[in-house]
């Protein structure tokens, strides 16, 4: 079982930065792969990025690249997403998750709530 708990999240202007971090009770060096999905209102769950345990590969959704990047810190066992040039449709619940294995199911954070607003 991993707990995953993120935090960060708030409300920025159009322009702006926010900075989330997700803390994790196990070793994420150790993690097969860990990331961020996004959920905003009346929409499916989306995929934002995701970064593979060692450290060795990132992805992005086309619609952050460029503007988002994601990191871990393996003495933190926390993963961070670096958003900047918010725009008003990166207002979402954004969610960690971490999948242990490529045989085991994704664990979820709670979420955090980010709102790019003026």
């Known amino acids: 079982q991993v707990q995953l708990v993120e935090s960060g999240g708030g409300l920025v202007q159009p322009g702006g930065s926010l900075r989330l971090s997700c803390a994790a009770s196990g070793t994420i060096s150790r993690f097969y792969t860990m990331g961020w999905y996004r959920q905003a209102p009346g929409k499916e769950r989306e995929f934002v990025a995701n970064i593979r345990g060692n450290g060795d590969n990132t992805y992005y959704a086309d619609s952050v690249k460029g503007r988002f990047t994601i990191s871990g810190d393996n003495a933190k066992n926390t993963l961070a997403l670096q958003m900047n040039s918010l725009k008003p449709e990166d207002t979402a619940v954004y969610y960690c998750?971490?999948?242990?294995?490529?045989?085991?199911?994704?664990?979820w954070g709670q979420g955090t709530q980010v709102t790019v607003s003026s």
């Open positions: 998750y971490a999948k242990p294995s490529i045989i085991t199911p994704n664990y």
